[in-house]
């Protein structure tokens, strides 16, 4: 191949790849579609226009409120809400005010917010973190038993 078709082909890939650089793209999802190409050069100038990219989005991204979020991009918002993170309670155990502290398999560490003693729950137990109103986070792990909580670590 010669220079100038090698040059052509170079930028044929980034231009590719512009929209990984796309303000209203999410970082995580330009990752994704990066990691998804199957041919190598067009990976690397893929992942290669993100990098680039980190400076902006790190700028865009400091300061940022849910709040914030929620006016510049509904859709967004909505699709984190309907996330949730699956795990099991791999320990338990009651802080001095009598809070539950969760310890799940994935290494996360979660408070109940508030202290509700009707609520029980038993390690090896399967839950989920599931969004609620006003950024809320509920661990659940029935329709019956579910507490809000606060992540620890």
Do not use: Y
């Not at 929620?70 to 699956?86: A, I, N, S, W, Y």
């Not at 917010?113 to 729950?121: D, L, M, T």
């Amino acid at each position: 191949m010669t220079g100038s078709a090698s040059h052509g082909l170079t930028l044929l890939l980034a231009a590719s790849c512009l929209p990984a650089l796309a303000a209203t793209e999410n970082p995580d999802d330009a990752l994704r579609r990066c990691a998804a190409e199957s041919s190598p050069a067009p990976r690397l100038a893929c992942f290669d226009a993100i990098v680039s990219a980190l400076p902006q989005i790190e700028a865009d991204r400091f300061g940022m409120t849910a709040d914030i979020e929620r006016k510049r991009d509904q859709v967004v918002v909505q699709h984190t809400k309907d996330e949730v993170l699956t795990g099991k309670i791999s320990e338990l155990r009651r802080a001095p005010a009598g809070e539950w502290i969760f310890m799940l398999d994935n290494r996360q560490v979660w408070v109940e917010a508030e202290v509700n003693p009707r609520v029980q729950f038993a390690v090896g137990e399967d839950v989920h973190i599931e969004h609620g109103a006003m950024s809320s986070l509920w661990l659940v792990a029935d329709k019956h038993r579910k507490v809000r909580v606060k992540r620890l670590s």
